[in-house]
């Protein structure tokens, strides 16, 4: 059973009342206040309307919006996808209508949800950034803008921005200096360390860093020996990286003070709570929705549940990992 | 802040009433059906659902086409041949079961009736057909009705009872297993020929041909990019029926798109589960997949 006791036990309680109270979910994130620690990733949740009718929306406390960029992208050939063990490859390659349908058509369409939206931001050169921050700056439904540092699957994506921090601070700059929004520096993990990454980002104005974007990763077709995608690498998600996206979070959370969220892999309440433990104050939900696209709801009643049962707070979990376990018997 | 826990309509969990293995006539091959009104109440020919192989397994959702609905009980029909893990586990529900489900999903088959209708199905690509046909015929309207379906061999030729119980014979086409396809199919069949189910449109009548027949297929890629192009050259309109990897279903994640053709030539991505799966062929740019 992949789903913990706890959670089954939550569900059905909560079922009896058939509402929840979710104020003792309310969190911080920097200048963000969300209703829930519950945010949808840029890329699984389109532009929200998707889910209608399959998702009760407003267990996530933020949706991030897919990827926009100045001019629409085609997007990569197919194929796009393919499955691995305990998680997925993909190269979208950032498809989008671009920021023009984005204002007139997807994000009035996402307004009506009620819940704060994040952009999410591609560009092939700062000055994209730049632009596309300055356009977005004025939308009121906006809650947040996220610079999109570290997608793998373009040619100007992580290799660019993401891997070298001298850019990614010119970036990140460029972008603070043209809108007063909160910004989110979304980074990618495909990187020997990536301290120095976060401060560079932190340093030049970031008030929010999210750790990270998916894995580089390959699958090959024995068969044709091609790769079984459009590309030969592409981005790991899921289940599968969650450690390695755990360690990253905590590594940044334990040598910078800035407000961290927490993404990949995440699937269960106890993924949540590990990632708040080890310092993050928020987390995305990616991977997980195309599986259970409710899963926001039952990772918020899992939560609480946790948080009664310990008798503590959000705030008092984040950051409170205890360090090494020490093993006291053999 | 008191949020309702409201229940979300497409997402089910659904009861299984049957999950039926249809060894030996067709090795591999389940029929399940389930118990999900509002799958029932709101499908069109065409669409499918998006299952959970497992609530104990990691795996994506599983996308299979939709074959019947009966309104009246709520039940839902789909066929499916296990070919890998998640098919698998989907063959080991048993009735009483629980199968979480979304649905129905995509955009199916336009109901074109002033017109003769031609379908062309192949392996698992035949069962949806039997919907479609019972909606082509109930729509009252006459519509003149065939049936060509093609495999292999002629044991992935399916569903020939589905068709039988509403009144029409398919013409059936094996790649190899002619004199065995004689025997199995000859009453339930119109004709049964050896070869590609393409050579079909030798077979098709002027009537068919000159009245502009509606060429509907589902089945393997090679078949409909086949059947597209002969229907396509014969000047008929054409919707084929697409499969793809899917992950979220709902249109959200852009991992199932196909590249489809624009008007200057050019190509742009439409997605699978949400555009799709029935596409009019002339617009799916067959050469790029
Ligand atoms: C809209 C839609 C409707 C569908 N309707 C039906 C249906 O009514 N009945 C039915 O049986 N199937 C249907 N399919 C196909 C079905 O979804 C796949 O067979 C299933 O997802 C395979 O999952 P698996 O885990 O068993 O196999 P996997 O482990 O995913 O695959 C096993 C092997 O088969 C290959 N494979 C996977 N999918 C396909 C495919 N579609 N075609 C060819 N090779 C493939 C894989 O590359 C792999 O080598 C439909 C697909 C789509 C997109
Ligand atoms: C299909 C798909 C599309 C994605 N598109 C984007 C994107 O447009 N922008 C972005 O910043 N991240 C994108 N991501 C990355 C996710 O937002 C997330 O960082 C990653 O999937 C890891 O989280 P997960 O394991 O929970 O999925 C995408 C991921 C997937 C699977
Ligand atoms: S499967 Fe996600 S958009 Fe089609």
Redesign the interface.
Same mark, same amino acid.
């Given at each position: !059973?992949?789903?913990s006791r706890d959670n089954i036990y939550i569900i059905v309680s @909560?079922?009896i009342t !058939?509402?929840?109270?979710?104020?003792k979910l %309310?969190s911080n994130l920097g200048p963000l206040a969300l209703?829930t620690p519950l945010i949808a990733a840029s890329?699984?949740?389109?532009y929200g309307p998707? #889910?209608e009718?399959?998702?009760?929306l =407003? #267990?996530f406390g933020a949706i991030t919006l897919?990827a926009v960029s100045l001019e629409p992208r $085609?997007?990569n $050939? @197919? $194929? *796009?996808?393919? %499955?691995t063990p305990?998680? !997925?490859l &993909?190269c979208?390659g950032l %498809?989008n209508p671009g920021v023009d349908i984005f204002l007139s058509e997807k994000l009035p369409e996402a307004c009506k949800y009620g819940i704060p939206l994040i952009a999410n931001l591609v560009g092939d050169r700062i000055e994209d950034y730049r632009k596309l921050a300055e356009i977005l700056d004025r939308e009121s439904c906006l809650a947040a803008l996220e610079i999109n540092a570290s997608c793998p699957n373009v040619d100007h994506g992580f290799l660019t921005f993401g891997a070298n921090s001298a850019i990614l601070g010119e970036l990140v700059k460029s972008v603070r200096e043209v809108t007063s929004i909160p910004l989110i520096a979304k980074l990618s993990p495909n990187v020997t360390d990536i301290v120095p990454l976060a401060k560079a980002a932190r340093n030049a104005g970031a008030d929010i860093l999210n750790l990270s974007n998916t894995f580089l990763g390959m699958s090959i077709c024995i068969d044709s020996r091609k790769s079984r995608l459009s590309r030969d690498y592409a981005g790991l998600s899921? *289940?599968a990286i969650r450690p390695i996206a755990l360690r990253i979070a905590h590594q940044v959370a334990s040598s910078l003070e800035i407000p961290i969220i927490g993404t990949g892999g995440i @699937?269960e309440t106890t993924d949540a709570l590990e990632f708040f433990i080890a310092g993050a104050s928020a987390v995305s939900l990616g991977?997980v &929705? #195309?599986? =259970? $696209? &409710?899963r926001a709801?039952d990772i918020c009643l899992g939560i609480l549940e946790y948080l009664d049962r310990k008798n503590t707070t959000l705030d008092r979990l984040i950051g409170s990992y205890e360090g090494p376990h020490a093993c006291e018997t053999f | 802040m008191k949020v309702p826990l409201s229940k979300s309509e497409r997402q089910l969990l659904c009861e299984v009433v049957e999950n039926v293995d249809l060894a030996p006539e067709t090795p591999g091959h389940f029929r399940l059906t389930v118990d999900a009104p509002y799958i029932a109440e709101n499908a069109a020919p065409g669409q499918f659902i998006h299952i959970l192989p497992s609530s104990e397994s990691d795996l994506l959702r599983r996308p299979i086409s939709i074959m019947g609905i009966d309104s009246d009980s709520g039940i839902v029909t789909v066929l499916y041949r296990v070919i890998g893990e998640g098919t698998r586990l989907i063959s080991q529900a048993e009735a009483g079961d629980k199968l979480d489900i979304i649905g129905p999903l995509g955009n199916g088959f336009p109901i074109i009736t002033d017109k003769p209708a031609v379908l062309f199905g192949g392996g698992v690509g035949i069962p949806p057909l039997a919907f479609l046909l019972k909606k082509l015929v109930d729509s009252g309207k006459g519509v003149s009705v065939r049936i060509i379906l093609g495999a292999r061999e002629p044991e992935l030729i399916i569903c020939l009872e589905d068709f039988s119980k509403i009144g029409l014979k398919p013409d059936i086409y094996v790649e190899s297993g002619l004199a065995e396809a004689k025997k199995l199919f000859g009453d339930k069949a119109l004709s049964v020929h050896e070869g590609l189910i393409t050579c079909a449109f030798d077979e098709l009548s002027d009537s068919e041909t000159k009245s502009g027949a509606v060429v509907y297929a589902c089945g393997p890629i090679p078949m409909l990019k086949a059947v597209a192009y002969k229907s396509l050259n014969l000047g008929l309109d054409c919707y084929v029926s697409l499969e793809n990897k899917l992950a979220c279903g709902l249109g959200a994640c852009l991992g199932c798109s196909i590249p489809v053709k624009n008007d200057d030539g050019d190509i742009h991505y439409e997605r699978v589960c949400r555009e799709g799966p029935v596409f009019n062929a002339s617009r799916v740019a067959f050469d790029k997949m």
């Open positions: !059973m992949w789903q @909560y079922r !058939m509402d929840a109270d979710l104020s %309310e209703k890329g699984t949740f389109g998707e #889910f009718n399959v998702t009760d =407003h #267990f897919k $085609p997007g $050939p @197919y $194929p *796009r996808i393919v %499955e305990s998680g !997925m &993909n979208i %498809e899921g *289940r @699937y991977t &929705n #195309f599986v =259970h $696209p &409710n709801k | -």
